[in-house]
């Protein structure tokens, strides 16, 4: 039996942030990220929206990127003092994987965060509240899946929380939002999306209700990242879309080891961060070819070629032009290949923020570390200890192995 979750409503096209208005509810709990959303006025224009609705409004600001479990224990104790009915996630991926996490703990006040991370784990929620997700950028489409990403700064995790229970009630996915993204976002959280849509169309859970999702996802992103990237409003809000689309297949068909990568390799080394779309598409070249020994996985990455409209005769060669046309992309958007040339904030540098000999000092426990993610298990290879080694050696260095 296969399970297919979506949030119970979800409003989409420019403008839709209205429909605020219409929630029913006493209490708002508003969490937002850095300050886009004040700055651009979608912050006034929730609060006013929610006041029409007729409810009292609590705002929690500042989420950091990759939000930290003191973030969310602050944010979840401040809700239990506020008791809201609707939870308000709006902004990146950010701010509402960090709502998701403090709802569990404002419903579940004697829960642990070693008891949410066990995959699947989490207590029935809705009890006190209600939640709606309303995201600004174009990637991680965590306002119709059933994940969370929160980080343990102390131990250096990424980790990510999975359960159907989190899936929002209401994604409200208004174009608007994402047209005030600078290049550099889009292209991180544009490749993110391509992640999602590819390790979801060959994961070991892909059905009938994933795949036409997935590939629909794939070719609209194809289509429409650069021009994006280049600030074609149109393309823009097309990716606003598509990147939902890639949220509704992989939190269904779930993702693989490109995921768990780039969760084990995020935030585990001194240099600095390794932003998780620019992860993603450094890694993602790499895993297709390792995945593409197994004759059903490189099927479905031929399928994704042929789709797009790459050429080859044989599925050898429609997966050799994936992965030429997906490293073209990269390029395009100015996100290195390689760790060794990861710069700051993620763009092309001559000289890499994450140290070549801390890489690999922590190699064994990093792909330990790996192995053991959430995401692994739908991977449609399973890698050994040795040859998850050989896979973040060939991330760092840009170099092609032989799996």
């Given at each position: 039996?296969?399970?297919?979750?979506?949030?119970?409503?979800?409003?989409?096209g420019?403008?839709s942030?209205?429909?605020?208005?219409?929630?029913?509810?006493?209490?708002?709990?508003?969490?937002l990220g850095?300050?886009?959303?004040?700055?651009?006025?979608?912050?006034?224009?929730a609060?006013?929206?929610?006041?029409?609705?007729?409810?009292?409004?609590?705002l929690?600001?500042?989420?950091?990127?990759?939000?930290?479990?003191?973030?969310?224990?602050?944010g979840?104790?401040?809700?239990?003092?506020?008791?809201?009915?609707w939870?308000?996630?709006?902004?990146?991926?950010?701010?509402?994987?960090?709502?998701?996490?403090?709802?569990?703990?404002?419903?579940?006040?004697?829960?642990?965060?070693?008891?949410?991370?066990?995959?699947?784990?989490?207590?029935?929620?809705?009890?006190?509240?209600?939640?709606?997700?309303?995201?600004?950028?174009?990637?991680?489409?965590t306002?119709?899946?059933?994940?969370?990403?929160?980080?343990?700064?102390?131990?250096g995790?990424?980790?990510?929380?999975?359960?159907?229970?989190?899936?929002p009630?209401?994604?409200?996915?208004?174009?608007?939002?994402?047209?005030?993204?600078?290049?550099?976002?889009?292209?991180?959280?544009?490749?993110?999306?391509?992640?999602?849509?590819v390790?979801?169309y060959?994961?070991?859970?892909?059905?009938?209700?994933?795949?036409?999702?997935?590939?629909?996802?794939?070719?609209?992103?194809?289509?429409?990242?650069?021009?994006?990237?280049?600030?074609d409003?149109?393309?823009?809000?097309?990716?606003?879309?598509?990147?939902?689309?890639?949220?509704?297949?992989?939190?269904?068909?779930?993702?693989?080891?490109?995921?768990s990568?780039?969760?084990?390799?995020?935030a585990?080394?001194?240099?600095?961060?390794?932003?998780?779309g620019?992860?993603?598409a450094?890694?993602?070249?790499?895993?297709?070819?390792?995945?593409?020994?197994?004759?059903e996985?490189?099927?479905?990455y031929?399928?994704?070629?042929?789709?797009?409209?790459?050429?080859?005769?044989?599925?050898?060669?429609?997966?050799?032009?994936?992965?030429?046309?997906?490293?073209?992309?990269?390029?395009e958007l100015?996100?290195?290949?390689?760790?060794?040339?990861?710069?700051?904030?993620?763009?092309?540098?001559?000289?890499?923020?994450?140290?070549?000999k801390?890489?690999?000092?922590k190699?064994?426990?990093?792909?330990e570390?790996?192995?053991?993610?959430?995401?692994?298990?739908?991977?449609?290879?399973?890698?050994s200890?040795?040859?998850?080694e050989?896979?973040?050696?060939a991330?760092?260095?840009?170099?092609?192995?032989?799996?």
């Amino acid at each position: 039996m296969g399970r297919f979750t979506l949030p119970r409503d979800l409003f989409h096209g420019k403008g839709s942030l209205e429909e605020l208005k219409n929630l029913q509810g006493k209490r708002a709990f508003v969490v937002l990220g850095g300050g886009s959303m004040r700055r651009f006025g979608f912050v006034d224009r929730a609060v006013t929206y929610l006041g029409q609705a007729g409810m009292e409004v609590k705002l929690f600001e500042n989420v950091e990127p990759d939000p930290s479990v003191e973030t969310v224990m602050k944010g979840a104790e401040m809700m239990r003092e506020f008791q809201p009915d609707w939870i308000i996630a709006m902004g990146g991926g950010s701010p509402i994987d960090a709502a998701k996490a403090m709802w569990a703990f404002y419903e579940y006040p004697d829960t642990t965060f070693e008891a949410l991370i066990t995959p699947f784990s989490f207590p029935v929620l809705r009890t006190k509240a209600r939640f709606c997700a309303v995201p600004s950028t174009s990637g991680t489409a965590t306002e119709v899946t059933a994940f969370s990403v929160i980080t343990d700064y102390g131990k250096g995790i990424k980790y990510p929380l999975a359960d159907f229970n989190i899936t929002p009630d209401v994604a409200i996915v208004d174009p608007d939002l994402a047209e005030k993204m600078p290049p550099k976002l889009t292209a991180h959280t544009g490749m993110d999306a391509m992640t999602h849509a590819v390790e979801a169309y060959v994961s070991t859970l892909h059905c009938n209700y994933t795949d036409p999702l997935a590939l629909h996802a794939i070719k609209m992103i194809h289509d429409n990242l650069k021009k994006s990237y280049d600030g074609d409003m149109k393309a823009r809000d097309e990716m606003h879309d598509a990147q939902c689309l890639a949220g509704m297949a992989f939190s269904n068909a779930l993702l693989g080891i490109v995921h768990s990568m780039a969760h084990k390799t995020g935030a585990a080394f001194s240099g600095g961060h390794i932003i998780h779309g620019a992860a993603n598409a450094m890694y993602l070249p790499k895993v297709i070819r390792f995945n593409a020994k197994v004759p059903e996985a490189a099927k479905r990455y031929a399928e994704i070629a042929e789709f797009i409209g790459l050429k080859g005769k044989t599925t050898e060669e429609l997966v050799d032009a994936l992965i030429k046309e997906l490293r073209k992309m990269n390029d395009e958007l100015n996100i290195p290949q390689a760790i060794k040339n990861y710069g700051e904030g993620g763009v092309k540098a001559d000289k890499s923020i994450i140290d070549e000999k801390e890489f690999n000092d922590k190699l064994s426990k990093v792909a330990e570390l790996a192995i053991g993610d959430a995401c692994t298990g739908s991977n449609p290879r399973q890698p050994s200890q040795k040859e998850m080694e050989k896979l973040l050696l060939a991330v760092y260095y840009d170099k092609e192995i032989d799996f």
